[in-house]
């Protein structure tokens, strides 16, 4: 069973989805019985009947965590806490990270999933003696099917059309580090355009740009759809361990919308021999590979490869025989 923590609609979250929602289908599509919960209301209604409990972003800011767990471990049940983003404090940070109530929760347990493997690096520095397995971020059959019926890939659009995706709640200062270079390429480009999915933090002068449209933040779980508007996303970030820590979601979603990316530097993207990917780690970085995006299309045997490999390597299927085994302990 798998709780999810994001609040009374935990299961219309991306992170959710990814992280609870494909592992739970995967393990029922190989015979288990599986479920998943939002975490609050678990907690306030423990289900007996699993053999194995993972808990998503546990935190002790809930209160019955401690004593739900202490049940299932009586009961013998194994629990796993789950964890996709850096909670860790800095170092000088006297009073610790945000996160501290994570941090207290992950000490609860003996084994964690993490979905990156600089997120694992993080956390056996912090914490040690932890059984921990990488289980990244996939495709369940069910994200595939529809897929495979809506074929977003195929669909045609502006040849020079660019978006930048905020997420809810989100800021756009990573954004913000490179909003100059963005103007300059959208000034030269007379055809190309941009859509902003969220402005917080943005400055006025790119928003007001004339080929620069604004949309308000996209609250769907997945993106697919709306990527495959686009011809590039753009998908910057700050400097830091928490960058390093995010997965290729929004890698695998803009490959399936038929969609080029151009990211800051992330440890979890694939190797850079893909040819709708495009890794920037400086501003001359996002000139040049802005500029190339918008001077030269992508061939579309080129799309289609990575449409495919994508969906070959990250298909959740394929991660369910090394959870099982990371259950049992190999």
Known sequence: MTCAEAGDDALNHRASRYRCLHLAEALQQAGHIAAVAPLAAFLTAPNPDFEVYVF???????????????????????????????????????????????????????????????????????????????????????????????????????????????????????????????????????????????????????????????????????????????????????????SKCVSRANYMEATLAGSRLISSPLPDLPPLRQPNLKVAPSPTEWYEHLTNVLEKPVHSDDMLTCVNRTIEVRASRRFVADFLKFLAGG
């Open 56 to 242: 998503h972003r546990p935190s002790v800011a809930h209160s019955k965590l401690k004593t739900v767990l202490a049940a299932l471990h009586q009961l013998g049940a194994v629990t796993i806490a789950d964890l996709d983003r850096y909670i860790f404090p800095e170092s000088g940070e006297e009073n610790g990270s945000a996160y501290g109530n994570e941090l207290q929760a992950l000490k609860l347990f003996r084994k964690v999933t993490v979905a990156t493997h600089a997120l694992a690096d993080a956390l056996r520095n912090h914490q040690s003696g932890t059984d921990l397995m990488v289980l990244p971020d996939s495709l369940p059959a069910s994200l595939l099917g529809l897929h495979e019926v809506r074929r977003p890939h195929l669909k045609e659009r502006p040849r020079q059309s660019l978006a930048y995706v905020q997420a809810p709640g989100g800021h756009g200062l990573a954004l913000r580090q490179i909003w100059d270079v963005v103007y300059k390429v959208l000034s030269e480009h007379e055809e190309a355009t941009l859509t902003l999915f969220g402005t917080a933090d943005v400055p006025e002068i790119l928003t007001n740009h004339p080929n620069a449209s604004v949309q308000p933040v996209l609250r769907t779980p997945y993106r697919m759809t709306t990527y495959s508007r686009f011809d590039c996303i753009l998908d910057p970030a700050l400097p830091g361990p928490q």
